[in-house]
């Protein structure tokens, strides 16, 4: 049955609206109108922009179906149906994917392509039968493509698509069509009135081509078809091609041209192949059957072959033991795919197939007063140790002892008993350099640091703290007179600096930046608020590219909307602290910061006169907090690990590689921590 489209709601599409500008177009001159097509075009960019979450979206569900076996189908009418049958059929030769798996459907038939049946466009019944004869799954994808977002033709290929239950995608030119309700990923690229009124084939056309290619190719990234962004599933079927296949396989492999010919007569020209057995001195069938068990995907193949150790790894996969997770993250990166271990060994990263969790190394924590019941100012040796192990527990891998201002007595003992326990230090957290906080802060910054402790900015004194112990951060307030002279000395002599507990205006902030500080000591806590003519020292620290931006997430110290302006305004600066005192992973009513006593109460530490005194938070769930708040998963993993680590200047952080051990923890979609792999050995984290 065939549903007409409803006149008057045409009549009000963006796409169908005459520019009255454009009363003249017809005497224009060639010059004139080539400009003016030229120019108008740029409407494009602008458009897909606004459109880029939508779309990511859907190239994720796309991912999804195709990882399962199914197939990516397109349908359309007209202009739109001959963009999708254009980008499946270039599917096969770029990315070499299986006949069928890439489909295009055009209402009116094949016919249609080249002799325009527009009349097909409004069969509602046409769309779902074609839908119907290609058997259509839950296995599949199908993206309906019309401008309008009202062809019947595709809106019936839609709705049979979702009573199969199958993925669906539409995408239109329009905003609020029936198409946009009708599917599980809408994608509205809003291109406005076209220059000839209604005529969708082009700057709606251009959009739809664009982001078709883009759903296609950023699909067959993910699926592993390319190295870098190097087309290795290309079909070399004439000699433009064998001729790239040649400099593909030379780039990847360093080898010369008689060995890559070689290589690739052996394999029937298959670059991947090829480079596999290049790199890794195999033979075509050994090199085939290792692609195999990485689901094609070159990158992870080639990973396992050049690190330490892995001929036991080519020659045999019968002792693997696969984990079932869905990533990991690997050098600041979400790298796809499940994990392989053979007994305390990773074998094999980037795995094809489904899985649940991200493998994480753990935590970096650049700023923790105490933990599990020990304050580092009061610990001995043996405390701080039985301290590192309750943070790993907890996921944490290292940290960065931070002791606030107090005696000098007690600061150089608690340095020596820091430096011992780094020493002695086995299985727990790792320990990285002192973060001295303070002395030498503001009086009305101070929060709970002891304001008779502090100093005013003394070289001398700055030199003998430094002698403490190894110290590796130093917070200072930068408007205190001579502040900036121990920042350059801090500077010069390896110590980062931090600026925070600070009075300090915009421009003192900038000074104290210049002369070195490369960080803030927890943004929005110990000094000026944030204003319109005063962003202060957060404001400055939130709009300089070159400051890391520490920040607590425990709910106390920082307001929700404050952590998202901060990802948002530094989302590749953001430093997750948890600003942890003794009374964190314990429960206590009362502990001891430094010579500070500190009352906890319904999940706050506060000294006796009220002035909130670090946290009783962990890091674990100040990441839940803020993967809650909307953060990129991958942003917030960062933020806790990769970021501090380089804040901390932390060398040989554990990767999740072939070869390292297999010690690393599971988190979940929510980032909650799940499971801990110790020696290849999977224990749940309660």
Known sequence: MNEPPDADALRLLGTEQVRPELEALDQMSVDDLVELMCHDVRQVPGALSAARAAIAAAVS??????????????????????????????????????????????????????????????????????????????????VGISASGRTPYVLGAVAAARGAGAVTVGLSCNVDTPLSASVAYPIEVVVGPELIAGSTRMNSGTAQKLVLNIISTASM??????????MVDVRPTNEKLRDRSMRIVSRITGAGDVQVVAALDACEWQPKVASTMIIGDLGADDAAQLLREYGGRLRPVLDSLRSPDSVPRRTSTSSWRRLGVAAAFIDGHLVTGDIAVSGEEIVAVGLAGEGRGIAIPGFVDTQINGYFGVDLLNADVDEILAMGDALTRDGVIAYQPTLIT??????????????????????????????????????????????????????????????????????????????????????????????????????????????????????????????????????????????????????????DEMLRLTFSAASQRCVLVSDAIAAAGVDREVVQLGDVTVLINDGEARRVDGTLAGSIGKLRDSLIRVRALGIDPADALRAVISRPAQLAAMTNIPSIRPGQSANFFVVDDELRMTDHVMNGVVTAVH
């Open 221 to 230: 990234v993910r699926l592993g078809k390319t190295y870098g962004n190097l």
């Open 61 to 142: 569900g796309v991912v999804t179906q195709l990882e399962r076996g199914g197939r990516l189908i397109y349908v359309g009418a007209g202009t739109a149906g001959r963009l999708g049958m254009l980008d499946a059929a270039e599917a096969g030769p770029t990315f070499n994917v299986d006949e069928g798996q890439v489909v295009g459907v055009l209402a009116g038939g094949l016919n249609a392509f080249g002799v325009p049946i527009e009349n097909a466009e409004d069969d509602h019944e046409g769309g779902a039968r074609a839908i119907r004869d290609l058997a259509v799954s839950a296995l599949d994808c199908v």
């Open 406 to 559: 107090s005696d000098f007595d007690q600061l150089r003992r608690a340095a020596a008993n820091i430096d011992g326990a780094r020493r002695a230090t086995t299985t727990g957290a790792r320990i990285l350099g002192i973060h001295l906080e303070g002395p030498f802060l503001s009086p009305r910054r101070a929060g709970t640091h002891p304001v008779h402790h502090l100093r005013a900015p003394d070289l001398e004194h700055l030199r003998a703290l430094l002698g403490a112990g190894e110290v590796a951060m130093v917070t200072i307030a930068p408007e205190l007179p001579g502040s900036l002279e121990l920042i350059r000395y801090c500077v010069d002599h390896g110590v980062r600096v931090s600026l925070g507990h600070s009075g300090a205006t915009a421009e003192e902030a900038r000074r104290g930046f210049d002369a070195g500080a490369s960080a803030v000591t927890h943004l929005f806590n110990a000094m000026e608020p944030l204003s319109a003519r005063s962003p202060g020292l957060a404001g400055v620290a939130l709009a300089r590219p070159d400051v890391m931006v520490q920040i607590i997430a425990d709910g106390v110290h920082v307001a």
